[in-house]
């Protein structure tokens, strides 16, 4: 269950960081269903690039220290942000060529 929480906490944190973009730029926005998908998946995949790909152990142990707790969560809300900004983005570029 401990391994577990980091990916819990990036999902969460995630779908809030894809409704708050949402609502930062509304031109992108999906909806608030759509922000929450793509922010939940964004912060799935977010915090997994974070902590394997570039080398920053953002839940080293997958322990409950505040260190691995902020560093899911802002990995989560970074990670959730740029994917629902990227989807609104590539939605709008879509419904302006049709």
Request: without cysteine; hydrophobic residues 50%.
């Amino acid at each position: 269950m401990e391994a577990l929480l980091p990916i819990l906490i990036q999902l969460i944190s995630g779908g809030a960081g894809g409704n708050l973009i949402g609502k930062l730029l509304p031109n992108l926005s999906l909806g608030t269903i759509g922000n929450l998908i793509a922010g939940v998946l964004g912060g799935g995949l977010g915090g997994q690039l974070l902590s394997g790909l570039l080398g920053a152990d953002v839940a080293p142990s997958g322990g409950l220290d505040l260190g691995s707790i902020i560093g899911s969560v802002g990995s989560g809300a970074a990670g959730g942000g740029v994917l629902m900004a990227i989807i609104g983005l590539i939605k709008k570029l879509l419904a302006a060529k049709a």
